[in-house]
């Protein structure tokens, strides 16, 4: 019993809900899949207070450093909720390496931020595992990160991921190039699923039906409607920049994320310059159909927030046409004729045609 003068017993930072042995714990676990990601440029372990990369080492001469950061929005909700933590590190590196590699430039290292109410060190774990496999699939060496236990901020087992990545390309290698004109052709490449934008809808839209995340998912035979509304993003590194050395054809590329068509395509395009689609082209995926149909989501609903099927958007000219298709189709990719630059009106996105929902 206290008596009276009697100080409190003194606290430790555990009481106050962050639990260090844990932040060890995760970082022991973690080493052997960050240590999978070396590449040429980076070779050492994570622990130190920051991550090094030679570029020399790394084959370049004369580069640019691109940098990109983003997270994964709402989606990790649905990861917190079912307890599926496996893939969204990989939606992770896929926003960001995306970004660099539509601008022509070659990822090279990655790190994340991975926040929480309290720290679970197998939960960092399986994120870290998606982070180091997003990594491996886009070539950059995952060189450090931040754990932060935050309770108080984050209620419980509740988590948010940022990630920054570094890319770098040759000074005449970046994109988009000066020599965009009218009559360029415009590709598509499919996408795997909704990636990483518009989960905010897509948990509104799953709310509505009143379907549990074990449910199984009417567009995705097989899988429950938790798994086949996390299938991570697509990762389209490794065969454009395949494609871009092979052919140095392609003028533009530009990532189809958050604001959907009309909002990315103009963002590498110049002034005056807009794009004509075809809709009817577009093969979109059977999830969007879902969502359309569940929620009652208009076209152009569906167009500003969605990818609707196609993840990345190539541009080149059209007397190289049957080069680029080429070059894709060697790489692993599908591209898809969606349509041509066209001299920009009042909308610099013009669509004809309908989408299959």
């Known amino acids: ?4 003068g009697d100080k409190p017993a003194g606290l430790t930072y555990a009481q106050a809900g962050v639990d260090i042995d844990a932040g060890a714990r995760m970082v022991e676990l973690i080493k052997p899949l960050v240590r999978a990601t070396r590449r040429r440029g980076a070779d050492a372990e994570i622990g130190g207070f920051g991550g090094l990369f030679d570029l020399k080492a790394a084959g370049f001469t004369d580069p640019i450093l691109v940098a990109a950061n983003d997270g994964v929005g709402t989606k990790v909700k649905i990861a917190i909720e079912t307890g599926i933590h496996d893939t969204v590190g990989i939606d992770l590196v896929a926003m960001c390496v995306n970004d660099l590699v539509v601008q022509g430039a ?9 926040a929480t109410g309290h720290l679970d060190p197998e939960t960092g774990a399986q994120i870290v595992k998606g982070i180091a496999a997003g990594c491996l699939e886009a070539g950059a060496a995952l060189i450090g990160g931040e754990t932060a236990e935050m309770p108080g901020l984050y209620a419980g087992g509740d988590y948010d991921l940022a990630g920054f ?40 839209i799953v709310e509505r039906t009143g379907l549990a995340w074990d449910a199984p998912a009417l567009f995705a035979e097989g899988k429950t409607l938790a798994r086949a509304l996390l299938e991570p993003t697509r990762i389209y590194v490794k065969p454009l920049l395949q494609t871009l050395r092979q052919t140095h054809a392609i003028k533009a590329l530009a990532h189809i994320t958050g604001g959907g068509y009309p909002e990315n395509l103009p963002r590498v395009l110049p002034k005056g310059l807009g794009v004509k689609i075809d809709l009817s082209a577009i093969p979109v995926l059977p999830v969007f159909r879902w969502l359309a149909e569940q929620g009652g989501v208009a076209e152009h609903e569906m167009l500003r927030t969605f990818n609707c099927g196609l993840g990345m958007i190539v541009v080149g000219a059209v007397s190289r046409a049957d080069e680029i298709v080429e070059a894709l189709h060697a790489s692993g990719e599908a591209p898809v004729r969606l349509g041509q630059v066209v001299e920009a009106g009042d909308e610099r996105v013009v669509y004809e045609g309908k989408l299959a929902l």
């Open 1 to 4: 019993m206290t008596q009276p």
């Open 106 to 114: 070659e990822p090279l290292f990655f790190l994340d931020y991975y």
């Open 165 to 204: 990545a570094v890319g770098a390309a040759e000074r005449g290698d970046l994109l988009p190039r000066a020599n965009i004109q009218v009559g360029d052709v415009v590709f598509g490449l499919p996408s795997s699923g909704v990636h990483s934008n518009g989960y905010s809808l897509v948990r509104k």
